[in-house]
Nanobody, 127 residues
Framework: QLVESGGGLVQAGGSLRLSCVTS????????FGWFRQAPGKEREGVSC????????YYADSVQGRFTISSDSAKTTVYLQMTGLTPEDTAVYYC??????????????????????WGQGTQVTVSS
């Protein structure tokens, strides 16, 4: 089970930190991704972290502004977002995929790779 929190309303240029608390998973046996979906748009891969080697991946649109991290003791994945713009407005989802499946894929941003999803948290950035 994945439960996101930390969304909200923020002004352009502001920051938010999203959290994804996981349960019923062996945390270090999974890779975790953050996705977002804006109204009328397809779900987009934002970032991913591989627990097996600690590698992190980012969409070009967020590179340098967003940072993904994880805390195995808390079985929690974070997405620190800075320099937010109205284009970042979306529902943000946390997702998980088994590490062996993740390693066999070269498409971390593909939503259908991930078997487990949270309910989403709304991020709204005002101009």
């Amino acid at each position: 089970q994945l439960v996101e929190s930390g969304g909200g309303l923020v002004q352009a240029g502001g920051s938010l930190r999203l959290s994804c608390v996981t349960s019923e998973l062996t945390f270090d046996d999974y890779a975790f991704g953050w996705f977002r979906q804006a109204p009328g748009k397809e779900r987009e891969g934002v970032s991913c972290i591989s627990k097996s080697d600690g590698s992190a991946y980012y969409a070009d649109s967020v590179q340098g502004r967003f940072t993904i991290s994880s805390d195995s003791a808390k079985t929690t994945v974070y997405l620190q977002m800075t320099g937010l713009t109205p284009e970042d407005t979306a529902v943000y989802y946390c997702a998980a995929v088994a590490a062996d499946l993740f390693s066999a894929s070269d498409a971390w941003h593909a939503a259908d790779l991930y078997a487990y999803w949270g309910q989403g948290t709304q991020v709204t950035v005002s101009s």
